[in-house]
């Protein structure tokens, strides 16, 4: 049963277009959200995380929208890179007496195209 | 300041034998977690680990095991491999306990099953 829900295994976008990311969840006891970005033969880096308490945070060319009522997760960034391109996973995290458990989407591969 | 360190990077097994990953995390980092990354199913959560206890387990089967030492270094293995198992073997670290409890990743060890 996936809980974290990634419907769009790849994205196109022109580059200096905003390119739009989503994610859904089922758990409405998640607490806290990230999207992290994965280059090829390369760890997840982070990239930006939101809080359940809030709908939206900012960082550069990067914004994450919650819409907690939908369990909707959502990553703009504009203007898109070529650099930009690379798979994005978003993840949630439960917490459950005093330990976290952070579980991870199936990705979208973002092309950025030139 | 150095992050988190996997070896092997690429290792060959052939079906029935075993496997040990090896993780390194930030200095500092008392938390260590491991996920699966197989393609189409994302990263799925194996194990948890934190001051040498297993915090939290993933719905892998028994073959899978870990463990953490004092300075924080972990180990992960499989026995009895199966070609399943194939999958790049990501270990991330975190400080645990701070807000954010963002995880760090390594780079990753992919394993190859024949």
């Known amino acids: 049963d996936q809980q974290v829900k990634q419907n769009s295994p790849s994205l196109s976008v022109q580059e200096g277009r905003i390119s739009i990311l989503n994610c859904d969840y089922t758990n409405s006891m998640f607490d806290y959200f990230l999207w992290y970005k994965k280059y090829p033969a390369e760890g997840p880096t982070f990239l930006i995380s939101i809080s359940s308490i809030k709908d939206k945070n900012e960082d550069g060319r990067f914004t994450v929208f919650l819409n907690k009522s939908a369990k909707h997760l959502s990553l703009h960034i504009v203007p898109s890179q070529p650099g930009d391109s690379a798979v994005y996973f978003c993840?949630?995290?439960?917490?459950?007496?005093?330990?976290?458990?952070?579980?991870f989407g199936t990705g979208t591969r973002l092309k950025v195209l030139a | 300041k150095a992050g988190v360190t996997q070896t092997p990077r690429y290792l060959i097994k052939t079906r029935g034998q075993q496997v040990t990953l090896s993780c390194s995390p930030i200095?500092?980092?008392?938390?260590v977690s491991w996920y699966q990354q197989t393609p189409g199913q994302g990263l799925q959560f194996l194990f948890e680990y934190f001051s040498e206890t297993q915090r939290n387990k993933g719905n892998f089967p028994g073959r899978f095991s870990g463990r953490q030492f004092s300075n924080s270094r972990s180990e992960m293995n499989v026995s009895t491999l199966e070609l399943g198992d194939s999958a790049l073997y990501l270990c991330?670290?975190?400080?645990?306990?701070?807000?954010?409890?963002?995880?760090?990743f390594g780079a990753g060890s992919r394993l190859t099953v024949l």
């Open positions: 993840a949630a995290r439960s917490a459950s007496s005093g330990t976290y458990k952070y579980i």
């Open positions: 991330a670290s975190s400080l645990y306990g701070s807000g954010a409890n963002v995880l760090t």
């Open positions: 200095s500092g980092h008392r938390s």
